[in-house]
């Protein structure tokens, strides 16, 4: 299913999905996967399966308000906002708890030495200070700013064979942020996440939103009442803010919104020799 739906030609190499499934222990379950993988957290994906819902008239004002969503990373539950006249605003995730991974790992890269900071929240992301390399976060630099982040994710991960507990673990992706001052306990930042060759998020990126969060309020930079606000490149944004503290891991509510594209059906032909279609690099 993910060839024939993500790849070419009927998807890009930067398309996401998310596949709907029973659960045991949540009101549904997700299986969200990329183009080249699966993946165990999505919180763009995760907002917009609530605006499909309410879409397709499964959730409505007035009756539900909230559902929960088993995931691969674990349980996580949304909030429903509504319009007056009952159409869908928003939703509000509860993210799985989130954490800073360690220490910063310092790395000497193809574009000098440069200090990442790994969280955990959901997937472990890069946090990476694009001002530090000089990298303009704007659209007519984003050939740049993707490759750049395509080989930065690769030397960054080849660096965690030097520590022992990242040793087993994945990457999901470089988060490059481009912050505003502090403001009364809050901040804002533009950010932008890669994740390989060509391919970036659109959207501010949820459960990058939450990494961003999480390692703002361990540097006290976030104050309790606070909020984070992320743009993405287009302008569009979400905003976090502390749910809850527990054991250490921080619970972010993600605010965002989403926006119904099209209702459409793929076709198959048997004779299709592109079946599980295919991915071109340039």
């Given at each position: 299913?993910?060839?024939?739906?993500?790849t070419?030609?009927?998807?890009?190499?930067?398309?996401?999905?998310l596949?709907?499934?029973?659960s045991?222990?949540?009101?549904?379950?997700?299986?969200f996967?990329g183009?080249s993988?699966?993946?165990?957290?999505?919180?763009?994906g995760?907002?917009?399966?609530a605006?499909?819902?309410?879409?397709?008239?499964?959730?409505?004002a007035?009756?539900?308000?909230?559902?929960?969503l088993?995931?691969?990373?674990?349980?996580?539950?949304?909030?429903?906002?509504?319009?007056?006249?009952g159409s869908?605003?928003g939703?509000?995730?509860?993210?799985?708890?989130?954490y800073?991974?360690?220490?910063?790992?310092?790395v000497?890269?193809?574009?000098?030495?440069?200090?990442a900071?790994?969280?955990h929240?959901?997937m472990?992301?890069?946090l990476?200070?694009?001002?530090k390399?000089?990298?303009?976060?704007d659209?007519?630099n984003l050939?740049?700013?993707?490759?750049?982040?395509a080989?930065?994710?690769?030397?960054?991960?080849a660096?965690?064979?030097?520590?022992?507990d990242?040793k087993?673990q994945?990457?999901?992706?470089?988060l490059?942020?481009?912050?505003?001052?502090d403001?009364?306990?809050?901040?804002?930042?533009?950010?932008?996440?890669v994740v390989?060759?060509e391919?970036?998020?659109?959207?501010?990126?949820?459960?990058?939103?939450?990494?961003?969060?999480?390692?703002?309020?361990q540097?006290?930079?976030?104050?309790?009442?606070?909020?984070?606000?992320?743009?993405?490149?287009h302008?569009?944004?979400?905003?976090a803010?502390l749910?809850k503290?527990?054991?250490g891991k921080?619970t972010?509510?993600?605010?965002?919104t989403?926006?119904i594209?099209?209702?459409?059906?793929l076709?198959?032909?048997?004779?299709?020799?592109?079946?599980q279609g295919?991915?071109?690099r340039?």
């Open positions: 299913l993910k060839g024939i739906w993500l070419e030609p009927r998807g890009t190499v930067s398309a996401f999905g596949l709907l499934v029973p045991q222990v949540a009101d549904y379950g997700a299986i996967m183009t993988s699966y993946e165990e957290m999505c919180g763009h995760t907002i917009g399966l605006a499909t819902l309410a879409a397709l008239g499964t959730l409505q007035g009756r539900d308000d909230s559902f929960t088993e995931v691969p990373a674990g349980v996580v539950s949304v909030k429903i906002l509504w319009n007056e006249d869908f605003r939703a509000k995730l509860y993210n799985v708890p989130s800073v991974y360690g220490d910063p790992l310092v000497d890269t193809t574009f000098g030495r440069i200090t900071d790994l969280v929240s959901g472990i992301y890069a990476v200070d694009a001002r390399l000089s990298l303009a976060l659209p007519d050939p740049t700013v993707v490759d750049t982040g080989k930065l994710k690769e030397e960054i991960f660096a965690f064979s030097t520590r022992e990242l087993s994945g990457l999901h992706g470089v490059f942020y481009e912050e505003e001052p403001n009364d306990g809050s901040c804002t930042s533009k950010h932008v996440l390989g060759p391919a970036y998020d659109r959207s501010p990126c949820g459960t990058g939103t939450a990494a961003r969060l999480t390692y703002l309020i540097q006290g930079r976030i104050k309790e009442g606070g909020a984070y606000r992320a743009f993405n490149l302008g569009s944004n979400f905003t803010r749910a503290i527990e054991d921080i972010a509510e993600v605010e965002g989403a926006h594209m099209a209702f459409s059906n076709v198959v032909e048997k004779t299709d020799p592109f079946v295919f991915r071109s340039f």
